[in-house]
């Protein structure tokens, strides 16, 4: 069934009868919305802190314990879902006036701008206003179907990308914070948190990332720097503290490759420690 059966201006089949586009934007939105059970927006202060890395294999993980997600690039000036999925090349199919998402898994599909762009080393001017519309076609226009967890990736800070993805998917979407232990990076999630409540969504959580080592050659994370400042951020903010994950040459290794972590990892103790993260999601309660 398409997306815009039971709208007035529908076809008996359900497609879209109007010819300008749809007429009712808000009802089509809150229909691709319905058929979302949960939906989490990762994001941080800064770049570089592995918000990709870790939206990426929050969807893998949850796609093999059986959940059907779908996994939302919204970083359209470096775009890393087609990489990080080994999916580079790929391009969705497309109708008239809808777009499908491209399938990982039975269970996993993703959209980015990067299966849209011609040549990845295109240089993308984004205007405000374009980034926008972009972002609300790609929940509005994919055909994301019946989803357990729709995860969005987001660019670094508190700009009009993650702005229109919350605003977009509604006060029930919740944000996850990665932030690494450095000073530097928790102040930027101060702000991160603040602009979560502001925009008036819930942190579902904070995520320590690249904390400690883990060691290739004992297979145990040594603590060589400060860990823990997330920890007490999160103490200090009130959210939950789902967890920390070591710097490890092999998440590194596997981003470049393309096969996900959690896919090939699991039985590590980095692959415990992102278990241990996505445990809450997998647990939460069905919306009423
Ligand atoms: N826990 C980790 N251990 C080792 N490397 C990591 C880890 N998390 C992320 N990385 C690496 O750090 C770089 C930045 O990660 P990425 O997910 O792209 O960050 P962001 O999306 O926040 O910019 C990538 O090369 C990635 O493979
Ligand atoms: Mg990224
Ligand atoms: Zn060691």
């Not at 993805?165 to 944000?175: D, E, I, K, S, V």
């Not at 990892?265 to 009423?288: K, S, Y």
């Amino acid at each position: 069934m398409s997306d815009c059966s039971g709208c007035a201006s529908s076809n008996p089949d359900g497609s879209c009868a109007s010819s300008s586009g749809c007429d009712n934007p808000d009802e089509k939105l809150q229909k691709t919305l319905g058929r979302i059970k949960h939906k989490i927006v990762v994001m941080s202060g800064k770049g570089g802190v592995g918000k990709s890395t870790v939206a990426t294999n929050i969807a893998v993980a949850l796609s093999l314990a059986g959940k059907k997600v779908g996994l939302l690039d919204v970083d359209v000036h470096g775009p890393s879902v087609p990489r990080l999925l080994s999916l580079k090349g790929e391009k969705p199919h497309m109708s008239e006036k809808h777009m499908e998402p491209v399938p990982w898994s039975k269970n996993l599909s993703a959209m980015s701008l990067g299966f849209l762009l011609e040549d990845e080393r295109q240089a993308v001017i984004w205007r405000g206003p374009v980034k926008i519309g972009l972002i609300k076609q790609f929940v509005e226009d994919v055909m994301w179907g019946d989803l357990d967890y729709l995860i969005v990736d987001c660019p670094p800070g508190t700009g009009d990308e993650p702005l229109t993805t919350l605003q977009t998917l509604g006060p029930t979407a919740m944000g996850v914070i990665v932030t690494t232990p450095q000073g530097v990076a928790i102040d930027d999630v101060r702000r991160s948190l603040s602009f979560v409540g502001d925009v008036g969504n819930r942190v579902l959580g904070l995520v320590e990332n690249m904390s400690g080592f883990a060691c290739p050659d004992c297979g145990s994370v040594h603590n060589i720097f400060n860990t823990g400042g997330g920890e007490e951020l999160a103490k200090e903010a009130g959210v939950q503290f789902l967890g920390r994950i070591p710097l490890d040459p092999e998440v590194a290794h596997s981003g470049d490759e393309g096969f996900p972590f959690m896919k090939i990892h699991r039985e590590t103790a980095t692959g415990e420690a992102m278990a241990t993260i996505i445990a809450p999601m997998l647990n939460l309660p069905d919306p009423a």
